[in-house]
């Protein structure tokens, strides 16, 4: 139906484009609908719309110039564009436009995960951009005939238009099919289309193997042009000339065209291709394309070509196609090397060249403004490293490797042999190279050893160069692991190259290989060698090693180690591992000289040059004896020792060997007598110090002058020392030490150096004033250092000793006085006289001393002098002290005669000792009211009336003259003085005044006189008493303080008043101001107060309540207080009170624990007295259901009330009951809750389907809820019992919760998990507890079924009895997943099953690490579905055992092995002649000794099948060997002896012994030329359609070596400046492709976080908020929030369980597998479907048959397989053929239409088309009734109707009645469709996607952004500039010398080829085949790593970009830079 539909709307495009129709310029298409015509209505049609006559001629043609026939219009695409033409051949008069949609490709998505991967990581700059457009070039012209021209333009002259890049090349051109084609990206020319018509493709067809895999076919993807382009530039526009076309096809893409289309919301991947006429260049409007003109107007001269226009190249392009003219290009070389110079290479050695390679001409040319264009051709890239490795290589080793099915690569190991002291291996000319000074002896430690630790193999594919795959080695080629034979440093001397063919994947880009290393590593993988051009089937390792040794024996020229002494370790080497073993040796013999220990030696090439004896030589390693060796060191101890005692290590290529004996022994004594030897002193001012002299404190000393003579008596300033380097200055350090009690003390230190002009001096010291013994040194030292010594001699000195003694008294101090001073009392003033240097000297005697102080009488008895201490003795001071005691005041000593004659000090004085006390105020009589304190200012004066104070100064003051009078006591001893004004003086019954006595002394002091003054006491005015009065009528009462009163609870007492009286019982009158100070503890008012009166005081309510009151007045601390207290009566009877004893709840049948209490209350509930124990048997007791059998009502005689027990209720309801008590008219009611019985059982809350299903190991679906209940069925929720879940039988295990209790509604929930047991029923018990007395519980059924998802073991078959040859193909096996119910399981996946294949016989269940792991393939048609087929599986090429097993993984630990299967291979057919073991290259000369002319001595060869697999068991024969020569022309060849051509050995049982085989002695033959052994086995059986492959040997024959020896002397001249070149160049190389990758990554990062906003912008979110990560992270938190929110709102969903879903036949219940977003749609539908709900749906009837036997046939089933239902998609009944046959109303709607499918829609459509057929849902019932009358009028059968009211009409038309009615929704049970989340929900979830997108890319933006900026300034540093300018004269140099070698080398061909490098990966037998992460991923995680630096060469931990440019500077490093 689709196509039909497709073919009715088929419309072409034409273009009239005959020559007559007018002007040549553009003309739009028409358009001709073709859909449902044929060919000759078409032509009509044709003919019609473009007015052509019936005898007109006429051609439609393609854009492709292909007529349209009646078979290819059948074929016409939808929109295809057509040409009208008068004939076939007509030129095209105008250009035309042909729409064309470039949609990218499926295999986008398909091969994204493959591929793009490894292009993320293999993106490099321009060279490989280009590259990709050379590629398709290459494979344009690949069918050339002739010269095969590709040209790179690069157009940078402004004046011509905007810069551009051009490739052009005279390849095949494309048709405009495959110009489309071209345009869709990931279009491979595997899956694209190259014409319009399907009978004109061409599917691929794969090149023939040639040498080197140089087919051409090197465009694959259809990804690297559109890569390369839009990285190179914005727009690119394609022109193209197919071969025989005459039409040019021409396509733009650009980038900007597309964000026009994109924003204007147009088919982005829509354009057109212009059509016109060759040199048409009229459409070329724009000036910045004026260049085009040009361009187009060559295509005149061409019969076909692709050009490929770029335009709008980005900035930093240009700079670096510009500036990195040269280097690039070189790249560019490299990358096609060997399609530019042939299988073999750049060999400038060999005139021969490839022919076929020399037709391909790929040249390069940079076009400048004012500058002369800048043309190279890539074949004259001298410097390329392929031409470096190929033309720096001594000999070859040719391999080749064969793998899985066609996979073949070629190998090529070439050896740069070591001459004497260095290598020959190339270095990058463009390298990073360090730094480092040639005496940089830490870079000598190890002679760097050629290719170090950069890897062996570069990798080509197709030809071409992968440039990020490199293959490190091989383990046949590695370092040995074990002591061999060959240094291992030979292994380091080799380089190589391998050509793999198309078998192996590489990425889109080509910068990698896809799993090139896994596959050669493979333990399948099988190596031969290749010996002119023919493959030996040998022991690749043992040939290699043998070729190896063969090489170092020939090329390598080294050293000679003589007289071991044993190993060592060196500390002196700061790389820990190189520093042992290093074997020390004696002497050594170095191209003809011998050196040994103890032997005088000069150094070269050292800074500086040195002259010493070796001491010994050092070779790193463990050896033993004499030994051969390529470098070492040798230990030299330099001389004169006096002069430099120092041993040093350095290079053996350092030693002088021209120096003689002489020269060094003169130089050694020149050097010691330079020595300095003595000092010479000398005083300039004549005021000389002699030996041990004496001087007086301050005497000057100096100033000095010194010289420094040596032996000759020469003064010298500098030390001698070798040559030029800067010699150490000489210095004096003058050093003056005092020799001090405590020790010597350093007073002055100078050191002085030579001024040039004046000699050394030191300027005068004046400082020398401390006393004692001096002593004064002098020291020659060094400079640098300061050392005292020199080669183990102290330099000269000189010391001098004298002493310094104290001057004359010029001043004096005062000593410590005892202060503070207390007038007139006598102290001492000790005094000390000093030199002026303070040192204490002895005064004269006659002395005359004068102390003299301000405000004060000084005067003093006597003076005393002894030693130097004068002491004025008797020292007393008089006078009044005018400030506060203690204060300072300056005496001032006065010695006249001194140069400071007066000292001052300060002194504080005290007042003297108590004298007498004076007492203030001064009248004899002081008058004070009773109660009141006296108040007394007391002073203690010393004899000058100065106030005392001192310690203990207490004065006391006694009262006399009554009884219990106060003593008071003042201390004085701070101040001097003191107030008495503490206790009242209180005189009880004080009636009249009294007199007293008050007495002061001072008790300490009894010489102080007492002083006494007389106080008078009167009675005083406050109140002392207050009482409270009560008027109640005429009645007045008095309380006393402290009276109970017996009141009515709840009244009032009123009328009272209060009265206060004083201390002689006189009444206070009442005032305000009294009233203010009355108080009480109740209410009051103060204006009742103020008046007398109290307020009224009102009784408590309650009788027990006693409460106390109180009035106080308080006069300032006087309070005087008068209280009683009321106690409340009961009042009248009022009501019935009942009183708890206990709770008031009581279970059912219990009694009601406790008493209740009966009384009779007042109106406040207080108890009367009103019962009595006769009121007992009046008392009524009612309630709903109570049980008074045992009820009591009793009199309580201690408590005086009535008593009721025993109250008990009938089983009944639950909850609060009303007990009424009632006596006369007194009622009480009480409330009792009754809750349930104590627990007496469990039941289960809601009734299961017994018994309940579920499959082995699983969960059950619900939790089991069960209720604690008493014996009438009542919740009993008791937290003290407990309940349990056990199984009935002892074969269930299940997994749940521990026992619990139950919940506050009696209720406990168990979650049943892992039920595990065999198939059959079972039994769940509940049991519970209650203080250890068991409660009965039910037993749930469970039925347990096998799970039939859940895997058991795997079944595996295949053929028992086929037969395995090497490298065949497998039998197919076919593996089955069992089930636990033992049927196969489908739907699984299949990455998870696997297929493990080792060598060897099963040693275990498990196969060894090494196993190989191969996936299952896609089972055919025909083939099961629920099994897995392992087919075309390749069978290993090595003949031996094998074991097979199959594992099948269930998640990340846990898999099912099969049993293991071990099969036999066997050899394949026999195919060719191998030797066992490559022999070694034979070396010979026609001369006469035998040894010589032997070609082999003994070699066993073998008849193998072409896996080198013995397949010749059963063959016997001949072999013929014979000798030819490199080509047919070689016409002298050698002859054996004998001087025959040929020789004959037996070949027996496929073996062959081939023996002592020789040349003949003087036999022909050209020197230096190379020759083939051909050994041709001759076997019956064998003719010539079928003839095994022989065994080629080649050999060399020479005639002298005279040839060779002078190679290897121009070789060696050159490759001390290759090797720097070469490194300079790949520092170079690798840091600029580092750096624009870099710069790449941020562009991407950029436009990555640019085109997020976008879409950010488009999701209606506001992108300024995002302008941080964190911003970012609180806007998603916040839709996640938004999210959840969602998802918990309340939404309508299904609630009936689905137990059998987890199996994978099962789709579910009806009721899950649909949602229906409208509410009353879903209403009426689920309850039309209702009888249907709970069906289960399968996808199988055995399915449907198990779930019917497990439930015993209740759970109804409905199998997909026996279900016919056909959607016809036909429309409404109403619909009509398309139209509507009357007006419809209510919205009709079949109702499937509103069911949503979350998943299996198609099943689901099956379904429901059953179940609900057509029927329709409308609005309402009217409207469904005049639907379905309006469809039976039409004679149409109607289907039923539903409303979304909830009505039906039935298909028969019935309607009404409650079966006809759908229930509300909330009656429904749950038994109802869900609904769907609302859109809110997804829209949420793009945005938090979106928001997460642009989080990761706003921090890598910011990461790659940094690495770049710190990489570029690290490039533009002037260290870097520095080594190009170093590089660039060393390849001036290089090129002279290369000049000269290359006139005199001879021209012997060598193969050669060259490899990429990996990190070495450990083999086994067989090797899985998985991608892996290549070396170059150093460098980004160099650049990515974040943690500490940890050391110099411990790259990975280095912090960013900066830890790679501190390790880059390392001179280790250059071999890791290489292998980026």
């Given at each position: ?7 009715v ?8 484009c005959r ?85 990218p490709h ?12 490894y ?25 050339n ?53 399907r ?5 691929y ?23 390369a382009?839009?990285?190179i ?85 240009i ?28 060999n ?92 940089d ?19 080509y ?111 002196d ?103 300095p ?21 301050g ?26 380097n ?19 003390v ?67 101090t ?14 001492s ?64 000593v ?56 001192q ?67 009167t ?28 009141w ?113 209350v ?60 009632a006596?006369?008219?007194f ?77 506050a ?35 749930v059924?469970?039925?347990v ?93 090595r ?76 063959l ?36 062959a012994?081939?023996?002592?085989l ?98 950010i ?32 709102q ?118 429901f088309?059953n ?196 390790f ?13």
């Open positions: 139906m689709a196509d039909s539909s497709s073919d709307q088929r419309t072409v495009f034409v273009f009239d020559l007559k129709c007018g002007d040549d310029s553009e003309r739009s298409e028409r358009t001709v609908r073709v859909g449902g015509l044929d060919f000759a209505d078409f032509l009509r049609a044709i003919s019609q719309e473009f007015s052509i006559g019936d005898k007109e001629m006429f051609v439609l043609m393609t854009t492709d110039r292909k007529e349209i026939t009646a078979e290819r219009f059948a074929e016409l695409k939808d929109g295809s564009t057509l040409h009208l033409l008068q004939s076939i051949d007509q030129v095209l008069p105008m250009a035309t436009k042909e729409r064309i949609l470039f949609l499926y295999d986008t998505l398909i091969k994204s995960g493959m591929y793009e991967y292009a993320s990581e293999g993106q490099k700059s321009i060279p490989y951009a280009l590259a990709e457009l050379i590629d398709n070039s290459l494979s344009a012209t690949a069918s005939t002739g010269v095969r021209t590709i040209e790179i333009r690069l157009l940078f002259d402004e004046s011509q238009g905007k810069p551009t890049v051009v490739v052009l090349d005279n390849g095949c051109g494309m048709t405009s099919k495959q110009l489309n084609n071209w345009a869709v990206y990931r279009l491979s020319k595997f899956t694209r289309e190259n014409n319009t018509f009978s004109d493709h061409a599917d067809v794969r090149p023939c193997p040639v040498p080197r895999s140089l087919n051409s076919d090197i465009s694959y993807f259809g990804v690297g042009g559109k890569q382009v839009f990285f530039g914005q727009s690119v526009r394609m022109i193209t000339r197919p071969a025989g076309s005459l039409d040019i096809h021409e396509l733009v893409l650009s980038k900007e065209e597309f964000e026009r289309k994109e924003k204007n919301k147009e088919d982005i991947y829509c354009g057109f291709i212009r059509n016109r006429q060759p040199g048409d260049s009229s459409h070329i409007t724009n000036e910045d394309e004026r260049f085009l003109h040009s361009v187009i107007h060559e295509e005149l001269t061409k019969e076909h070509f692709t050009a490929v226009v770029i335009t709008g190249i980005q900035t930093e392009h700079a670096y196609l510009r500036n990195d003219f040269y280097l690039w290009t070189r790249e560019l070389a490299h990358v096609y090397h060997y399609y530019i110079h042939g299988t073999h290479g750049n400038k050695k060999s005139p021969h060249k490839d022919s076929d390679m020399t037709k391909i001409n790929i040249k390069v040319c940079l076009m400048e403004k004012s500058k002369s264009p800048r043309m190279l051709n890539l074949r004259d890239v001298a410097d390329d490293m392929q031409t470096l490795y190929i033309n720096s290589a001594a000999d070859s080793f040719e391999f080749r490797v064969h793998v899985d099915g066609d996979g073949v690569v070629e190998g090529l190991i070439r050896y740069h042999p070591f001459l004497y002291d260095r290598e020959t291996y190339p270095e990058d000319p463009y390298a990073h190279v360090p730094n480092v000074p040639e005496d002896e830490e870079d000598c430690i190890v002679s760097t050893e050629g290719r170090g630790k950069r890897p062996i193999f570069e990798c594919w197709n030809g071409r160069l992968i440039p990020y795959t490199t293959i490190s080695e091989f383990d046949w080629c590695a370092w040995p692991k074990k002591s061999t034979p060959l240094p291992a440093e030979c292994f380091s001397r080799i380089s190589g190259v391998l050509f793999a063919n198309d078998c192996f994947q590489v990425s889109t880009n080509k910068l990698t290989f896809m799993d090139l290393e896994l596959q050669l590593k493979d333990k399948e993988a099988i190596f031969t060698r290749v010996v002119n051009g023919q493959e030996q089937r040998v022991k690749i390792q043992k040939e290699f090693l043998q070729w190896l040794k063969d090489c170092h024996e020939k090329w390598d020229k080294q050293v000679k180690f003589m007289g071991f002494q044993g190993t060592t370790v060196r500390t080497v700061s790389t820990k591992k190189m520093q042992s073993p290093w074997a020390c040796f004696t002497s050594i013999e170095w191209e003809g000289k011998t050196y040994s220990a103890g032997q005088f030696v000069k150094s070269i090439k050292t800074h500086p040059i040195f002259y010493g004896s070796i001491v010994q030589f050092l070779l790193y390693g463990d050896h033993e004896d004499d030994v051969y060796a390529t470098g070492g060191q040798v230990q030299v101890s330099m001389e004169p020792k006096a002069l430099f005692d120092e041993v040093r290590t350095i290079p053996i290529s350092k030693i002088d060997r021209g120096v003689t004996l002489e020269s060094i022994k003169k130089y050694i004594e020149q050097e010691l007598a330079k020595l030897h003595k000092l010479r002193l000398t005083w300039p001012e004549g005021n000389a110090w002699s030996q041990d002299d004496v001087r007086p404190a005497t000057p000393f100096g100033p000095i002058q010194v010289e420094i003579l040596n032996k000759k008596g020469e003064p010298m300033v500098r030390m001698p020392v070798p040559n030029t800067p010699s150490k200055k000489l210095l004096v350090e003058l050093k003056v030490t005092w020799h001090s009690d405590t020790g010597d350093e007073t002055n230190s100078h050191i002085c150096q030579h001024g040039g002009k004046w000699p050394y001096w030191f300027k005068t010291m004046e400082n020398l004033s401390n006393l004692g013994k001096y002593t004064l040194r002098l020291q020659a030292m060094l400079n640098e250092g300061g050392a005292t010594e020199f080669a183990n001699c102290r330099l000269p000195s000189q010391t001098l000793h004298f002493s310094i003694c104290a001057g004359t008294a010029e001043k004096f005062v000593g410590t006085v005892d202060t503070p001073v207390r007038v007139g009392v006598p102290f003033i000790p005094l000390q006289f000093l030199d002026s240097y303070n040192h204490q000297t002895q005064p004269s005697s006659d002395l005359q001393v004068r102390v003299e102080c301000s405000g004060f009488a000084i005067s003093y008895d006597e003076t005393c002098l002894k030693g130097t201490s004068f002491i004025i003795k008797g020292v007393k001071a008089s006078g009044l002290l005018k400030h506060y005691p203690g204060k300072s005041y300056n005496m001032k006065v010695v006249p005669g001194l140069k400071r004659e007066s000292q001052s000090l300060k002194i504080s004085f005290l007042p003297g000792p108590p004298h007498c006390l004076v007492i203030k105020p001064d009248a004899k009589e002081t008058v004070v009211e009773n109660g009141m304190s006296t108040t007394f200012t007391v002073e203690v004066h010393d004899e000058a009336g100065n106030i005392v104070t310690p203990k100064l207490i004065v006391r003051c006694q009262y006399n003259g009554a009884p219990n009078l106060p003593m008071e006591a003042v201390d004085c001893s701070n101040t001097g003085m003191g107030l008495f004004m503490g206790k009242p003086l209180y005189l009880k019954n004080l009636r009249a005044d009294k007199c007293l006595a008050a007495k002061f002394d001072i008790p300490s002091y009894a010489e102080v006189p007492a002083v006494e003054r007389k106080v008078r006491v009675p005083s005015c406050r109140a002392v008493r207050l009482e409270v009065i009560s008027q109640q009528e005429d009645n007045i009462i008095i309380l006393k303080d402290g009276e109970k009163i017996s009515t609870a709840g009244d009032i007492l009123q009328n009272l008043h209060y009265r206060i009286y004083d201390e002689a019982d006189r009444l206070v009158p009442i005032t305000a101001a009294v009233g203010k100070k009355i108080k009480v503890n109740w209410k009051a008012s103060s204006k009742e107060l103020d008046k007398g009166r109290l307020p009224d005081v009102p009784v408590p309510t309650v009788v027990k309540d006693e409460h106390f009151y109180q009035v106080s007045y308080q006069d300032g601390n006087m309070t005087v207080t008068c209280s009683f207290i009321i106690m409340p009566r009961p009042d009248e009877p009022k009501s019935m009170k009942a009183t708890w004893k206990s709770v008031t709840s009581v279970q059912v049948g219990e009694e009601l624990p406790g008493e209740i209490l009966l009384d009779v007042d109106q406040y509930g207080n108890k009367t007295s009103t019962l009595t124990p006769a009121c007992v048997n009046s008392i009524g007791v009612s309630a709903e259901g109570l049980d008074k059998s045992n009820l009591k009502i009793t009199w309580e005689e201690s408590v005086q009330s009535i008593l009721i027990q025993g109250v008990r209720f009938l089983p009944g309801a639950l909850g609060a009951r009303e007990l009424c008590l006596w006369r008219e009622v009480e009611c009480l409330r009792v809750n009754v809750t349930a019985g104590p627990p007496a059982k469990v039941r289960l809350v809601d009734a299961l389907e017994e018994p309940l299903q579920v499959f082995n190991g699983c969960d059950l679906e619900k939790p089991l809820v069960v209720h604690l209940c008493d014996e009438w069925g009542n919740p009993s929720p008791d937290p003290r019992a407990i309940i349990s879940l056990k199984p009935s039988s002892s074969d269930l295990k299940i997994k749940t919760t521990t026992p619990q209790s139950p919940d509604d009696g209720k406990a929930s168990f979650t049943v998990k892992q039920v595990t047991a065999v198939k059959g029923e079972y039994g769940l018990e509940f049991k519970g507890s209650l203080h250890r007395q068991p409660i009965p519980g039910p037993v059924k469970v039925k079924l096998p799970d039939p998802n859940k895997p058991v073991k795997l079944s595996v078959s295949y053929d028992t009895k086929a037969v395995y040859p090497a490298g065949g193909i497998l039998t197919v096996f076919s593996v089955t997943v069992v089930s636990e119910e033992g049927a196969s399981i489908r739907n699984l996946n299949p990455a998870s099953m696997s297929m493990m294949l080792w060598k060897g016989e099963a040693s275990g269940s498990r196969p060894p690490s090494n196993a190989e792991t191969l996936k299952c393939s896609k089972p055919k048609e025909t083939e099961r579905d629920d099994a897995f087929y392992f087919r075309d599986k390749i069978i290993p090429e003949a031996g055992k094998y074991t097979i097993q199959f594992f099948f993984s269930l998640d990340k630990t846990k898999g099912l092995w099969s049993n293991q299967f071990v099969i036999n291979v066997v050899p394949n057919i026999p195919e060719k002649l191998m030797p066992n073991s490559q022999p070694p290259t034979p070396v010979v000369s026609n001369i006469s000794s035998i040894e010589s002319r032997t070609l082999i001595k003994n070699l066993t060869i073998v008849i193998m099948d072409k896996y080198n697999n013995p397949a010749g068991a059963q016997d024969g001949t072999v013929v060997v014979s000798i030819r020569g490199p080509s047919d022309r070689v016409v002298e060849l050698p002859v054996f002896k004998g001087k025959v051509k040929s020789m004959s050995f037996p070949l027996s049982g496929g073996t012994e081939i023996t002592n020789a040349i003949m002695e003087k036999c022909p033959g050209t020197d230096g030329m190379e020759y083939t052994l051909h050994f041709q086995p001759v076997v019956p059986g064998f003719g010539e359609d079928n003839m095994l492959n022989p065994f080629q040997l080649p050999f060399m024959f020479y005639n002298d070596s005279k040839n060779q020896e002078q190679m290897a002397a121009l070789t060696k001249k050159k490759d001390r400046l290759s090797q720097s070149i070469v490194a300079y160049k790949s520092l170079f190389d690798t840091n600029k492709q580092l750096i624009s990758e870099l710069k790449g990554k941020f562009y991407d990062a950029s436009s990555k976080e640019i085109h997020l906003k976008s879409e912008r488009k999701s209606n979110m506001n992108v300024a908020q995002l302008f941080t990560v964190d911003s970012i992270d609180a806007v998603i938190a916040q839709k996640k929030a938004e999210q959840a929110k969602i998802l918990n309340p939404r309508r969903t299904c609630s009936i369980p689905d137990v059998f879903k987890t199996n994978p036949d099962v789709l579910g219940k009806v009721a899950h597998l649909a949602l229906v977003e409208d509410n009353d749609a879903a209403q009426v539908i689920s309850w039309h479907l209702s009888g249907d709900m709970d069906c289960v749906v399968t996808l199988t009837t055995s399915a449907a048959r198990q779930i019917y036997d497990d439930t015993q046939g209740r759970q109804q089933v409905m199998p997909l397989d026996s279900v016919l239902w056909r959607n016809n998609n036909r429309p409404l009944p109403h619909i009509i053929k398309g139209l509507t046959s009357f007006l419809v109303i209510g919205n009709p709607v079949f109702a499937r239409d509103l069911l949503i499918f979350p998943e299996h829609a198609e099943s689901c459509q099956i379904v088309g179940l609900l057929g057509d029927t329709i849902l409308i609005d309402n019932l009217d409207a469904a009734n005049h639907y379905r009358k309006q469809v039976i009028q039409n004679k149409v059968q109607c289907p039923t109707l539903l409303t979304r009211q909830g009505e039906r009409v039935r298909s028969n038309g019935k309607f009404g009645g409650l079966q006809n009615k759908a229930p509300p929704i909330e009656k429904m049970r749950g038994q109802v469709f869900g609904a769907p989340l609302p859109k809110q929900y997804h829209t949420l979830c793009g945005q938090i996607e979106l928001l997460q997108q642009y989080r990761l890319a706003m921090v890598k933006h910011a990461e790659v952004k940094d690495d770049y900026e710190v990489h570029l300034a690290y490039m533009r540093s002037p260290e870097m500039l520095q080594k190009e300018k170093e590089m660039t004269e060393q390849q001036k140099q290089l090129k002279e010398i290369e000049t000269k070698l290359g006139t005199t080398t001879t021209n012997r061909n060598s193969s050669s080829s060259a490899i990429k490098r990996s990190t070495p990966v450990e083999t086994s037998e067989i090797t899985p085949k998985r991608p892996r992460r290549e070396i170059r991923s150093l460098i980004a995680y160099i650049i990515r790593s974040r943690g500490p630096s940890r050391g110099y060469l411990d790259v990975p931990s280095s912090r960013g970009l900066g830890g790679f440019y501190g880059m500077k390392q001179p280790c490093v250059v071999i890791c830079v290489l292998i980026c």
